[in-house]
């Protein structure tokens, strides 16, 4: 295993190499691929945290319960809300920024604030080729050339190792409450939480149990007007079913986020995003043991037995990723889904330009 | 600013062009004759004109994919245009170039509330994707000041912001999903309704690409109900700084405002003579919008108010109704009608950390007095996006090359202070030049590799964003291949 303690030993670590990387921050994630350990964990450290300007530079190797004790401290907070894959996975190791990047890991709150990609603002990382590259920068607006920001974050390290990620913070809300629907089946559930995200109440989390048959939808803010807005959710959503609002639902909502309900149960985990009105024509074709729901629906998890093809039952648009399997499994069925074609043209090509050798966690993404 | 030389080979063959694209088009979308051709010389950067070789107007994907397959085996230049309202010269025509314009193709395609998207055809503005949703109380939200007529193509190729992208975002943040069509006339979709689409996440280097990779034809935006209401507060302070450090402030403390728009002393005595909104006369005016119900509002702008008292405005002022609410933002939104009045213009928009405001405003005052010219400065606050406003006269010789060399400083300045040249407008021409003092040749490099995959011939608007002599030998491959 290699940890290069600075950019410059990371991009020497990288022209140096003779074979295959597999990259690596915490580990967490289980997507190891056969190859020499790179990891980013020799990088770590705030480099600026300006409350004022929302903003936050951190080094890639930097533990995300670092940076979030951090935020804390001043009232803020990573607005897209990571999710954390080790309860589902059954990993060690600690998550680091570059990993949450690297994968644009983003939890619930995702249909309000967007994800971890909309919230970075500049990265600096190093290419295949051992070449040092920075993009965007540490303000808000900032359109100078094409957005490579953007394509770092979910490429998985086969682009290029990130060294330094830009990000924009935003503050921790006062108060939250959560307006919870119990007997919905899932029909009836998407279209209630359709209600709720069409509201003017800024609805922060919309999900769904399929095995409780509750859906839980969260609004947060100052005190007041989370109670107000609650309560006037409550009210529109009266004709769906009976609610009721919970003022302390951190713990439901961590659960929700890292999929707690499959932890520990054998099977296959994948994840699938489509329209959420389509989830409701999917899922029976799924064929799941359990499913859980984020995203208004749109966010789709299914627990399957071990070894089952999913994609081939997917009869809507969008995608599906395959988040725990064999290593047997992962590799038969690939971890992401293969794109339409010129889109797999145009993929191929990046990767070829950014990472000419083929070391960068390769096949990982095709 | 120094536009590449036609290729002559290129000029020699217009007739064969038009009749080749008059096969795959309708009549009336392929302008020819030199007068109309005239009509698409220049964008909202007035200062650079240059006619067309052609221009055509398709209005479905499969006649951009044809146009685009012609142009691609010809080794034409193509500029793609939307609605032609870019500061930054983005649809700038060079003698040897078609343009792509995609006004005719402004159809909503598909409005779907349960799922909060609305699909477009790209030549539709701005502000009437808002209208297309608004009966039932939705909207688009990122809001250019050009609104009423830019398009949605010209949005995504410049990736473009507004006044409420504090919370909101900017247009990346609010598109799901397109259609482009490539050089060679292949048709890619990418992403959709759903939330994020898969794989490498091409929509974000597509979209602030300006016209340089593909052809975007059709859209999935993300559309949002709106608030249940909004109201601004006006506050006036003595010094920038502290107008600045009331910003800092306002969102330390966990507020997060729609809108924060700064206005210097020489932007309110301008808007004022203008509007007269009856702006108080002082250093630095803020104008601070938050939303939500009645009392929401209430809340927020107690908290707001609060901090701003404890920097002692030199007046603060609340909207007790929707007439004092659009006085507050009358003298804003005609500040750059303000300026248009006094004189010629340049709009500048490059951004800064907050935090270094009082540094670059006193350092452009400085700069003001020693290149001779006045300048105001429009600011979105919240998100460091400056608008200084040079004031020029054109008739006078000379006068624009000064306050073209005045407006590189001041960007240069900017990225100094640690932010960018450009923060919604784009690069186009205008800041082509300034991308080696943000960027270095490795940086650029890499960027330059993205255009390679997508558009190897170098052909989708190539003299834009770059330096030209760092994209030379690779237009000049496209034209040997002539």
Not at chain 2, 247 to 275: N, Q, T, Y
Request: aromatic share 4%; glycine share 10%; net charge negative.
């Amino acid at each position: 295993m290699m940890t290069p303690g600075s950019e410059a030993e990371l991009a020497e670590a990288i022209a140096g190499a003779s074979g295959p990387l597999c990259i690596q921050g915490g580990g967490t994630r289980g997507l190891a691929v056969e190859g020499e350990v790179l990891s980013t964990r020799g990088l770590s450290g705030v480099e600026l945290y300006e409350p004022g300007a929302l903003t936050l530079v951190v080094n890639a190797g930097t533990p995300v319960a670092e940076v979030e004790a951090l935020l804390a401290a001043e009232n803020q907070r990573l607005a897209f809300e990571p999710m954390d894959h080790r309860g589902l996975l059954g990993t060690g190791g600690e998550p680091t920024i570059g990993g949450m990047i690297a994968a644009n890991v983003s939890g619930p709150r995702r249909i309000q604030t967007g994800a971890a990609r909309d919230h970075l603002l500049g990265v600096r990382f190093v290419d295949g080729a051992g070449q040092v590259v920075k993009n965007g920068g540490r303000v808000m607006k900032n359109v100078t050339g094409y957005d490579l920001v953007k394509l770092m974050c979910g490429a998985h390290g086969t682009l290029g190792v990130l060294t330094e990620v830009s990000l924009k913070v935003l503050p921790r809300a006062e108060a939250a409450a959560t307006v919870t629907l119990t007997g919905l089946d899932l029909p009836a559930a998407v279209r209630a939480m359709s209600a709720a995200l069409g509201s003017p109440y800024d609805v922060t989390g919309a999900a769904y149990d399929a095995e409780t048959y509750q859906a839980h939808i969260r609004v947060e803010g100052f005190r007041d007007s989370a109670a107000y807005r609650s309560a006037e959710l409550v009210k529109l959503l009266s004709p769906f079913a009976m609610a009721e609002v919970l003022e302390d639902a951190e713990s439901l909502w961590r659960g929700i986020r890292d999929v707690a309900a499959f932890q520990g149960r054998d099977g296959d985990v994948w994840r699938i995003s489509v329209k959420p009105t389509d989830a409701v024509e999917l899922v029976p074709h799924l064929e799941a043991e359990a499913l859980q729901f984020d995203w208004g629906g749109g966010l789709i998890w299914a627990l399957v037995p071990a070894g089952t093809e999913l994609r081939n039952r997917i009869n809507v648009p969008g995608h599906a990723t395959l988040v725990r399997a064999a290593q047997e499994t992962r590799a038969r069925l690939g971890v992401f889904q293969p794109q339409p074609g010129p889109l797999t043209a145009v993929s191929e090509g990046l990767r070829r330009q950014f990472d000419p050798r083929g070391i960068l966690n390769p096949g990982l993404m095709g | 600013m120094e536009m590449p030389s036609p290729n002559p080979a290129i000029l020699a063959r217009k007739t064969r062009l038009a009749e080749r694209l008059l096969a795959v088009l309708p009549t009336d979308a392929v302008i020819q004759d030199e007068a109309e051709t005239r009509a698409y010389e220049c964008d909202a950067l007035t200062a650079y004109r240059c006619p067309p070789l052609l221009a055509v107007l398709p209005r479905s994907t499969q006649e951009v994919s044809a146009v685009l397959r012609i142009c691609h085996d010809e080794g034409v230049p193509v500029v793609p245009r939307g609605a032609g309202t870019s500061l930054a010269g983005g649809a700038l025509p060079t003698a040897d170039c078609v343009i792509l314009g995609v006004a005719r193709m402004n159809e909503v395609l598909e409005t779907d509330f349960e799922n909060r998207i609305i699909r477009v055809q790209t030549g539709r503005t701005n502000l009437s994707v808002s209208g297309a949703v608004e009966d039932e109380d939705f909207f688009y939200a990122p809001d250019p000041s050009s609104q009423l007529a830019c398009a949605i193509a010209g949005n995504i190729a410049m990736n473009s912001g507004g006044a409420h992208c504090l919370k909101y975002g900017v247009t990346t943040n609010n598109l799901l999903g397109v259609t482009m069509v490539m050089m060679d006339g292949t048709v890619a979709e990418i992403g959709g309704a759903h939330l994020d689409a898969g794989g490498l996440d091409l929509l974000g280097v597509i979209c602030g690409s300006e016209g340089q990779l593909g052809v975007v034809t059709e859209a999935t935006l993300r559309i949002l109900r709106k608030p249940e209401g909004a109201r601004p507060v006006l506050i006036g302070y003595d010094s920038n700084e502290v107008a600045g450090a009331c910003v800092s402030d306002i969102i330390k403390a966990g507020v997060l405002p729609v809108a924060i728009e700064f206005m210097d002393r020489p932007c309110i005595e301008a808007c004022e003579a203008f509007a007269k909104a009856g702006y108080p006369m002082c250093e630095a005016l803020l104008i601070i919008e938050v939303e939500g119900s009645e009392a929401e509002i209430d809340h927020q702008l107690g908290l707001i108010t609060e901090i701003a008292r404890s920097h002692n405005p030199v007046e603060l002022r609340e909207a007790g109704d929707a007439d004092e609410a659009a006085r507050i933002w009358l003298g804003r939104k005609s500040a750059f009608g303000a300026m248009g009045q006094i004189n010629d213009y340049m709009c500048l928009d490059g951004t800064i950390p907050v935090s270094s405001l009082p540094f670059v405003l006193r350092r452009i005052g400085e700069m003001s007095k020693e290149f001779g010219l006045a300048v105001a400065n429009v600011f979105h606050a919240g998100d460091g996006n400056m608008h200084p406003l040079i004031l020029f006269d054109a008739n006078k010789p000379g006068d624009l090359e000064t306050c073209e060399a005045f407006g590189a400083e001041i960007l240069k300045l900017c990225v100094e202070a640690g932010g960018c040249l450009t923060g919604e407008h784009g690069v186009g021409i205008e800041k082509r030049d300034l991308m080696l003092h943000q960027y270095s040749a490795a940086d650029l490099e890499a960027q330059l590799k993205v255009k390679d995959v997508f558009d190897p011939k170098w052909l989708l608007n190539p003299a834009k964003v770059f330096p030209l002599k760092v994209t030379e030998s690779r237009r000049a491959v496209a034209l040997a291949a002539e």
